[in-house]
């Protein structure tokens, strides 16, 4: 087997058999360390294999129970390999600046010289954006790269950002947004301004108190008023009334024909029975007492159907003037204004108008 591919084989064994070590040393419990050590595993296989978004998940997991600098180290190196410069760098920073001694298990101190040789490396392909913003002294200008807020102080300031295509937004109230996007390769820098402009507001046109209001206006001021209220319920009980009285024309219609009915059929008996010289009819007894019964009958719906009829006219008649009274001075409504008027003749009992 050659030398060359022991060299690059062996940290990789050396690296998972410390970090098991590690976890093991410093859990606290049998199931953090199984947790642990199942994490970090994972997180080795997943880097080995290239699935480096799936070794940043597993390192971190296993950081979370328990920290080792060797978990810190991997999640750095995963995320140089997915492009996130940033986020790499502040993961070597924390190894970097950590306190190991010599009594500190052989994994940190190796991860920490690891580290300090790999973040010269990184540090110069990190691209950084200057954000500088126009705007009146004073505005508080809010600052967003692909929105998500930056502290106010990095204006001026080299900001250390990922390569690729970002989204540099400002923004302040009152103010229109201004953003602009930069796509950056890696070691680039850039310079991008933004400017704040006032938003416009559009005032409303003055009123020329001098002109005189128009027809329409007129009417819709009338009809807001408090006479225009007024008028809303005469209309109201004007259509209300008409509505009663053509019910109750109805009902007295209704009425007036039952007892015609019945009458007619106690005359057509009446008729049947024989005749007299005298020009009376000879009626038995059971005819007469039907007769009788008959026109008896006759008289509840004859008197029910015309007062029904005079009380229902003097209610259309009521509505009527009332929808009248509505539209009087309304000049929007008034050709459109209705007109009723009862209709009664011999056997029919009605009404006309326009609506």
Same mark, same amino acid.
């Given at each position: 087997?050659?030398?060359?591919?022991?060299?690059?084989?062996?940290?990789?064994?050396?690296?998972?058999?410390?970090? *098991?070590?590690?976890?093991?040393?410093?859990?606290?419990? +049998?199931?953090?360390?199984?947790?642990?050590?199942?994490?970090?595993?994972?997180?080795?296989?997943?880097?080995?294999?290239? @699935?480096?978004?799936?070794?940043? %998940?597993?390192?971190?997991?296993?950081?979370?129970?328990?920290?080792? +600098?060797?978990?810190?180290? $991997?999640?750095?190196?995963?995320?140089?390999?997915?492009?996130?410069?940033?986020?790499?760098?502040?993961? $070597?920073?924390?190894?970097?600046?950590?306190? /190991?001694?010599?009594?500190?298990?052989?994994?940190?101190?190796?991860?920490?010289?690891?580290?300090?040789?790999?973040? #010269?490396?990184?540090?110069? @392909?990190? +691209?950084?954006?200057?954000?500088?913003?126009?705007?009146?002294?004073?505005? #508080?200008?809010?600052?967003?790269?692909?929105?998500?807020?930056?502290?106010? =102080?990095?204006?001026? /300031?080299?900001? +250390?950002?990922?390569?690729?295509?970002?989204?540099?937004?400002?923004? =302040?109230?009152?103010?229109?947004?201004?953003?602009?996007?930069?796509?950056?390769?890696?070691?680039?820098?850039?310079?991008?301004?933004?400017?704040?402009?006032? *938003?416009?507001?559009?005032?409303?046109?003055?009123?020329?108190?001098?002109?005189?209001?128009?027809?329409?206006?007129?009417?819709?001021?009338?009809?807001?008023?408090?006479?225009?209220?007024?008028?809303?319920?005469?209309? /109201?009980?004007?259509?209300?009334?008409?509505?009663?009285?053509? &019910?109750? /024309?109805?009902?007295?219609? $209704?009425?007036?024909?039952?007892?015609?009915?019945?009458?007619?059929?106690?005359?057509?008996?009446?008729?049947?029975?024989?005749?007299?010289?005298?020009?009376?009819? %000879?009626?038995? %007894?059971?005819?007469?007492?039907?007769? *009788?019964?008959?026109?008896?009958?006759?008289?509840? #719906?004859?008197?029910? &159907?015309?007062?029904?009829?005079?009380?229902?006219?003097? *209610?259309?008649?009521?509505?009527?003037?009332?929808?009248?009274?509505?539209?009087?001075?309304? #000049?929007?409504?008034?050709?459109?204004?209705?007109?009723?008027?009862?209709?009664?003749?011999?056997?029919?009992?009605?009404?006309?108008?326009?609506?």
């Amino acid at each position: 087997m050659p030398l060359s591919f022991l060299g690059r084989l062996l940290p990789k064994v050396l690296a998972s058999l410390l970090l *098991v070590l590690t976890v093991t040393a410093h859990a606290t419990t +049998p199931e953090e360390k199984a947790g642990a050590r199942a994490a970090a595993l994972s997180g080795v296989q997943a880097f080995d294999d290239g @699935r480096y978004g799936e070794a940043v %998940d597993y390192f971190t997991r296993a950081e979370s129970i328990v920290h080792a +600098p060797p978990h810190l180290l $991997y999640i750095a190196r995963a995320e140089v390999e997915l492009g996130h410069f940033v986020r790499a760098r502040e993961a $070597y920073l924390k190894i970097v600046h950590e306190e /190991i001694d010599e009594t500190a298990p052989r994994a940190f101190q190796d991860a920490q010289q690891q580290a300090r040789r790999e973040l #010269p490396l990184l540090e110069p @392909r990190i +691209p950084a954006v200057i954000v500088t913003v126009t705007a009146p002294e004073g505005a #508080p200008v809010e600052l967003f790269r692909d929105d998500v807020k930056l502290p106010a =102080a990095l204006l001026g /300031i080299a900001i +250390p950002t990922d390569p690729g295509s970002h989204e540099f937004r400002a923004s =302040a109230p009152g103010y229109a947004d201004s953003s602009t996007r930069v796509t950056l390769s890696e070691g680039q820098q850039q310079t991008i301004e933004l400017r704040l402009s006032k *938003v416009a507001v559009v005032a409303p046109p003055p009123m020329d108190s001098t002109k005189a209001p128009t027809a329409e206006q007129e009417s819709d001021d009338v009809r807001s008023g408090p006479n225009g209220t007024q008028r809303s319920k005469l209309k /109201i009980l004007g259509y209300t009334g008409l509505a009663l009285g053509v &019910g109750g /024309i109805s009902a007295g219609t $209704y009425f007036l024909l039952d007892a015609a009915g019945t009458r007619k059929k106690s005359n057509a008996l009446y008729d049947a029975c024989p005749a007299l010289p005298d020009g009376t009819r %000879d009626c038995s %007894d059971d005819d007469r007492d039907e007769i *009788v019964q008959l026109d008896k009958a006759a008289k509840l #719906p004859n008197t029910v &159907g015309i007062v029904a009829l005079s009380v229902a006219t003097a *209610v259309l008649a009521t509505g009527s003037t009332l929808l009248v009274d509505g539209y009087k001075k309304d #000049p929007a409504a008034q050709s459109s204004a209705p007109q009723v008027w009862p209709i009664m003749g011999w056997g029919s009992v009605g009404m006309a108008g326009t609506f």
